[in-house]
Nanobody, 121 residues
Framework: VQLQASGGGLVQPGGSLRLSCAAS????????IGWFRQAPGKEREWVSC????????FYADSVKGRFTISRDNAKNTVYLQMNSLKPEDTAVYSC???????????????WGQGTQVTVSS
């Protein structure tokens, strides 16, 4: 399983970005997928999770109301729409696949390469 996050970049505070998480050599449609981020000098932080059917989504308090997770199983891709970005959102964002279909079952067992998001004026 190979997961690859993309869509990062430099954006001004208040701006938006949409990240994508695509998989090769595997389908994602039966697995829950999560997004994580890690800022320099800080521990990795869980950001969001979506169940395999998209029936359930979860968010960290720090991003609730600003970020939206979604998925297109036909495209084998999970998205993270990030709006109203703040400098403290600056981090490397990566996606991970859970071993089960739900965000509260199983564990994250496959991790992808991250993409840098920098929020700065």
């Amino acid at each position: 399983v190979q997961l690859q996050a993309s869509g990062g970049g430099l954006v001004q505070p208040g701006g938006s970005l949409r990240l994508s998480c695509a998989a090769s050599r595997s389908t994602l449609d039966v697995y829950a997928i999560g997004w994580f981020r890690q800022a320099p000098g800080k521990e990795r932080e869980w950001v969001s999770c979506i169940s395999s059917s998209a029936s359930s989504t979860f968010y960290a308090d720090s991003v609730k109301g600003r970020f939206t997770i979604s998925r297109d199983n036909a495209k084998n891709t999970v998205y993270l729409q990030m709006n109203s970005l703040k400098p403290e959102d600056t981090a490397v964002y990566s996606c991970a696949r859970r071993s089960g279909s739900y965000c509260r079952s199983g564990k994250y067992n496959y991790w992808g390469q991250g993409t840098q998001v920098t929020v700065s004026s």
